[in-house]
């Protein structure tokens, strides 16, 4: 059930947080703040200026959706803090269903450094004075997930940074189970970031275990020839036996495998502001069409290219304004923008 996108003070958002108790999306994972540098070019230790962002791609991708129209609920580890507070309101105010957020008493909520080079294209740069480890959302309990929102689910979104701590990690595989146990289908968004990981080689083996479980599977031109050697979804998903892959590269558009049918969509080009966010972006644009027309439809060529094409202009506007969240489109601006491309 797509529902119109509003904001909370609005009689139209009460309507909407109650649907969102029936979420037809699960986005399970990190929620942060991307501290952002505001001097293009600059390298992280002569940058003076920055602004926080709301972010974490599980986040990012579970208010895209709830813009988008789809009732979406997001699981995550926050700290007992201002800036846990902070995205606690923000996933309320947007009409994300935050039963399944838990609060670390003591951890802090993540603050990632990012910073931008001259197109605006980011790399994170650490966590400042912190360990990776010290984290609340490092600290994910599995015996707390809330297993009634997977008796409504369809999909469920996962990353795969919360696989470099015990505690998160198993959280991971306790809602793959459920996810499993009530025939939720899972949609791995790799998001490879070494920065995370106190051993990236073990890394790599852990997530090529994880993403066995995958109905569909998101990365990078990098990540696929880092994780399988190379850069055809369709060479993936038959290794993998899955239903979907998609590749993203940026300025070189996606190319993608659905059901069998394969192809490649040219990016967008728009005024790029800021990228992150641009993948969480396009994955919710994804799951937006899988839940608005039914997962049968990917069987057809047709409609599996609009669905690849709608979610590329989603990722795109997101790159439009700074900030992961704060720039995602509602449905009529993804509308309104593809209208010329029909």
Sequence with gaps: MRVAYAPYDSLECLLLWKIMNNPQVICMGEMLFDRLSNELGQPLEQVK???????????????????????????????EDTPGDQLVELLTKTGVNITGVQRH????????????????DRSFAGFGDRDTREFADTYLQAEQLPENLFKTAEYLVLGTLELAYPESQQAILKAIQLAKNYQVKIFIDINWRPVFWENPDQAIELILNIVQNADFLKL??????????????????????????????????????????????????????DTTGAGDGFTA??????????????????????????????????????????????????????KPYL
Excluded: H
């Design 105 to 120: 008493s003591s951890a802090p909520t993540r603050i990632v450094y990012v910073v931008r080079d001259e197109g605006g």
């Design 49 to 79: 200026l920055w602004t926080d962002y709301p972010g974490g791609a599980p986040a990012n991708t579970a208010c895209g959706l709830v813009k988008l129209g789809i009732p979406t609920a997001f699981m995550g580890c926050i700290g």
């Design 285 to 338: 644009g994804i799951l937006d069409q899988f839940c608005t027309l039914g997962l049968e439809s990917i069987n057809y060529a047709k409609i599996a290219e609009e669905i690849v094409r709608f979610a590329s202009a989603v990722g795109a506007l997101t790159t439009t304004k700074p900030g992961a969240i704060a720039a995602q489109p509602t449905l009529t601006e993804v509308e309104t923008f593809l």
């Design 220 to 273: 990078t031109n990098e990540e696929a020839e880092l994780l399988f050697n190379t850069i055809e979804p369709e060479a993936i998903a038959q290794q993998l036996q899955i239903q979907g892959v998609f590749i993203t590269a940026g300025e070189q558009g996606c190319a993608y495998y659905l059901a069998g049918n394969s192809g490649r969509i040219p990016a967008f080009s728009v005024n790029v502001a």
